[in-house]
DNA sequence: ATGAAATTTTTACTCCCGTAAAATTTAATC
DNA sequence: GATTAAATTTTACGGGAGTAAAAATTTCAT
């Protein structure tokens, strides 16, 4: 009959080890004696205690939490980047949270707020961007060790994130020669990577001696693929496509878009018979399946998430010891499918 | 020149009133006279001081922490019922607090052990099914007044799902109705759902007097487009499809299959000319940009999240009063669009 | 103004563990 | 076996707020 332990005191008793011992054990089990473990380890499968989380973290000036701030979890891209960075935390020992903005201001402060009162040991933020309340997120940065990705709102200790006038160009002179140039199809931006891509497409183009064709379509939200859907059937059905090869923003445009050409019965695609080529950026995890396959530049999911957790880590334990912001620009590949 | 307020005792300094009147005002503000709120609230402006949340839940046995818990975050279907469950939580003033198992047993203890940790109030629960450690979920349960969605495992105080028994009849009758009987295609099942379907599928085919056709594909892991593209394409061109009507166990599935028929040449829908239909079971958020638009049954995702939340208000309010482990099944919606 | 009811203040104890300092025990070295 | 270094035990305090009980104050109706 084991009795129930809920204190330190208490599982100090039974297994008869000291609690400061015992303390210092659950803080790093190298630090005790090989004997003193065993005896431990013996009490712990005896008895099963843990110890109180709240008690812990009331005397540590840094807690082992690591807070995940993404603007909309449910977009594909938010979901993997944080799985991957969810692992990543947990293999190093920390205890990841996770919070979405769900693409609004108030939420996304909310969800600051609420990791701040947790006094994380660091955090790894994607911003809202244009949304974001600025003051607000540089007040939490100013007390937790941050570092930003994707969205590069200039807070935090550095930043991670794609290069789009890498990956942009790289699409644009593929398309450029295996066909008719492309116009550059975007919904008002949610985050200064939408303007930065749209600069670069211009940039691009021009580089190449073309003109540069940007269709700039209305819709709020994170409904990505909707937008690119209902804006796709009117531009098509009205005949207002500049190009025959259309570059979306991001791939959840492309989606849509390439539903709405379906649904028009116009047939996308590289080869002949096609009137239409379609292209998207990030290679979401769905890019694979649309119909046909969607031709697109990959942001190295594993790269931005390593990068970003590494420069994290560095930061914890060394302090905010950087004169300057960093800001690692990763490359992205391109991916050629059957859609462009 | 306002210093610092680090504790509630200070905070009690410099707004003049006293501390246990400070802390039952952040308890609840209606909980004390209205003209000390209001001097509370100036002096929370001019200070900005916030309890510290760690010190708070050590005494209190229950906190305002509530739990979800889902197999699989980065499923469209998780995503978007997470991010419902949580305004819901914290539109009644609590704090949720997001987990995903990532498709391991390993990573679903983990979740629970550490949401255990923070004692919530209570847990919104979808466990990964057959493949959790049925114990150590019921050990959790038992301590956190929980309620079970999607997947009926028979642990927590309520559980909360589709019908399968509504919903796939639903489909079959539509299907059998306006063309060939559909076949069944299904991947080794990762919970309970997933053979409640295929049951569902079997026994709606026998009271239409149709021939019941279930085909198993292999596949581990949640890449189910992944399993349904590479599967379709080996059955497409093996030609082991025994009727032009696949009935798919979830959109995920369907959504890989249908990419599978495009590559080789297929065309889906129900229209005249078209060689094969599809349809899926969800309404996941992806299914209406499918080419064609996917045919599916839709689950009520309010209704889910609803229910499942005011269960579980009850629960935390009212405590485990219930005899039996109530079991709410909603109705899904037969959602017609153009693949079958 | 008076008495009763509702609030607030005072005082004090609790929650559980981190951690520092001094005293003691154990292990390692020659 | 004596010397030293390393680990453990003892003792004690602190962290920040919940909360109970008794005393003091305010509010409100009569």
Redo the contacts between chains.
Sequence with gaps: MKRKIKTMEEFAEVSGISRPTISKYFNDPESVRRSTRDRIEIALEAYSY?P????I??NRKLTKTIGIVVPY??D?FF??I??LM??RC?DAGF?P??F?A?GEQR?EN?AL??LQ???PAGALIAPLGRHSDFDSVRHFTEEVPTVVFDSNVKVGEAFVGSDSFQSIPLIVDYLCRSGEPPCFLEMPPVNPNANKRRDAYTLAMERLGHDPKVIRVDGKGWDF?RIG?DEGMRLISNKELPSETVLCSNDRLA??F??AA??QGLRVGHGAGCALRVAGHDDH??A??????LTTVAQDYSAIVDRSVEKLFDLIENGRTQEERPEVLIECKLVLRSSA
Tied chains: 1, 2.
């Design positions: 843990r109180n989380i709240f008690a973290n009331q979890l449910a594909p979901a993997e944080v799985r969810e692992r947990m205890s949270m996770i979405s769900h939420l909310d707020a609420a009162s947790q006094r693929e859907m989606i849509g390439i539903a379906y649904q995890p769905w694979r399946f649309t119909c046909p396959p």
